[in-house]
């Protein structure tokens, strides 16, 4: 009983930043528009927080802009055509949670393998398994 209080005691005596168990964080995207182009500075460290290859999320996002994506000789993402930061933003957003994280507990430890010809999600955190589409 006495250790309970304690603990609670340290609970409320911690910062709200050392509460919060994500440690997930996807960086903002870094873009600037160059003419009819816009250029994503930092897709490198992108691709590094979502441990994944330029190929498939280059395609996501040529689909999902329906325009032409490229990787330039520095790494940067070129896509063609003007765009916020917002949107990128929410276009990366949109395939970290369907192609990345979890989608029971939320988290990023996941691998694309192949099970019986179809493309999974595995989870290394929990174990899950889900099909996903578009791979």
Request: glycine content about 6%.
């Given at each position: ?10 609970y409320a005596s911690l910062p709200e930043s050392?509460?919060n168990h994500e440690r997930f964080q996807m960086p903002a995207a ?106």
């Amino acid at each position: 009983m006495e250790y309970e209080k304690m603990l609670d005691r340290l609970y409320a005596s911690l910062p709200e930043s050392t509460k919060n168990h994500e440690r997930f964080q996807m960086p903002a995207a870094d873009s600037l528009r160059q003419g009819p182009k816009t250029i994503v500075r930092n897709f490198p460290q992108i691709l590094k927080a979502i441990n994944r290859g330029s190929k498939h999320i280059c395609k996501f996002l040529a689909k999902e802009t329906a325009t032409a994506t490229s990787i330039d000789d520095t790494g940067r993402l070129v896509l063609s055509g003007k765009f916020s930061n917002q949107q990128i933003n929410d276009l990366i957003a949109g395939y970290t949670t369907q192609f990345v994280l979890c989608p029971e507990c939320k988290k990023p430890d996941t691998k694309v393998i192949e099970r019986q010809g179809v493309k999974v999600l595995k989870c290394e955190a929990c174990g899950a398994i889900r099909s996903v589409k578009g791979l």
